[in-house]
């Protein structure tokens, strides 16, 4: 038994239509705003709460409030409904509102976040919204309107079967289309709640425009596996408007600005009830992106 996603929605669209773009595709547009460029243009993106970071494992700091995740109907199997996040020192109740990647190019990391400098080939955001809350523009005006679940991956040998069903969908349709996968098992890509016992919490921002500085973040110590095939299919194959390679889309981390990282330990649990979350991979929409 597994939880089942269904019909997702994917898609390969170019954010420079947007006004802004990764580094790699400053040329794309002349008015196109690489990360350097971003607080230019938004404001709230030269903020003194920026993500992502880079987190210094002999700097954080153990708080006994952060209990471990603990996933509740994992062994059910439904549709897109709802996500319900508790716990876990958060402010209130969250559901989700969809997950998204960012990566790098054949051969170089693109994780967001970094632990001690070192940045990882792939990263996963499950962004979740605060109830009563009803979009990410709603929640973007509560300092903690908005909870962030990040999951670094590594290179191995044999990686999660939902990251082969997910990445292999990279691509496969013409850019700026869009494709459903059914059967998604997100199950698959999230580790047991026991292995999800050690995380990091800071207060961040969105990693997109326009920077909103209301994020909750919990990045996982455990990393998920991703083969170096896949990371070179999705470098390939997913192009953006322009045909570019879709890759490097990561925005470098940011001063922490005196904010401090906690680390959880492993006693008590967070609640996250019925696990569906609908994706999307279009970085063109700043509301569906982090």
């Known amino acids: 038994t597994e939880i089942v996603v269904r019909k997702i929605k994917m898609g390969c669209v170019c954010v420079c239509a947007g006004g802004w773009c990764y580094e790699n595709q400053a040329s794309c547009d002349a008015a196109c705003r690489d990360p350097s460029g971003w607080?230019?243009?938004?404001?709230?993106?030269?903020?003194l709460r920026q993500s992502?970071?880079?987190?210094?494992?002999?700097?954080?700091?153990v708080n006994t409030a952060l209990p471990p995740l603990e996933f509740i109907g994992h062994g059910d199997r439904i549709n897109i409904t709802s996500v319900r996040l508790t716990g876990g020192a958060l402010p209130g109740h969250y559901r989700a509102a969809q997950f998204h990647f960012h990566w790098g190019a054949s051969g170089r990391p693109g994780s967001e976040h970094t632990v001690d400098g070192e940045r990882f080939p792939m990263e996963l955001h499950v962004v979740h919204i605060k109830e009563p809350y009803g979009s990410l523009s709603e929640a973007e005006h509560d300092m903690a309107g908005i909870a962030l679940l990040a999951f670094l991956f590594e290179v191995a040998r044999a990686s999660a079967?939902?990251?082969?069903?997910?990445?292999r969908h990279n691509g496969r349709d013409p850019p700026g289309s869009t494709a459903l996968m059914s059967d998604f098992k997100l199950s698959d890509i999230v580790p047991p709640s026991g292995?999800?016992?050690?995380?990091?919490?800071?207060?961040?921002?969105?990693?997109?425009p326009g920077c909103e500085q209301a994020v909750a973040w919990t990045v996982f110590l455990k990393t998920l596996p991703v083969s170096g095939r896949q990371l070179d299919a999705v470098a390939q194959?997913?192009?953006?408007?322009?045909?570019?390679?879709?890759?490097?889309?990561?925005?470098?981390t940011q001063p922490l600005d005196g904010r401090v990282v906690y680390r959880s330990n492993s006693a008590g649990a967070v609640t996250l009830t019925r696990l569906p979350?609908?994706?999307?991979?279009?970085?063109?929409r700043r509301r569906a992106t982090a």
């Open 39 to 47: 607080s230019s243009a938004f404001p709230r993106c030269g903020g």
């Open 52 to 61: 992502p970071i880079n987190i210094v494992s002999g700097k954080v700091h």
């Open 161 to 167: 079967a939902t990251s082969r069903r997910a990445l």
């Open 195 to 208: 292995e999800l016992r050690g995380y990091y919490r800071y207060v961040g921002s969105m990693t997109t």
């Open 237 to 252: 194959q997913c192009r953006f408007w322009t045909g570019q390679p879709m890759t490097d889309i990561f925005r470098p």
């Open 277 to 284: 979350i609908s994706c999307s991979r279009s970085t063109s």
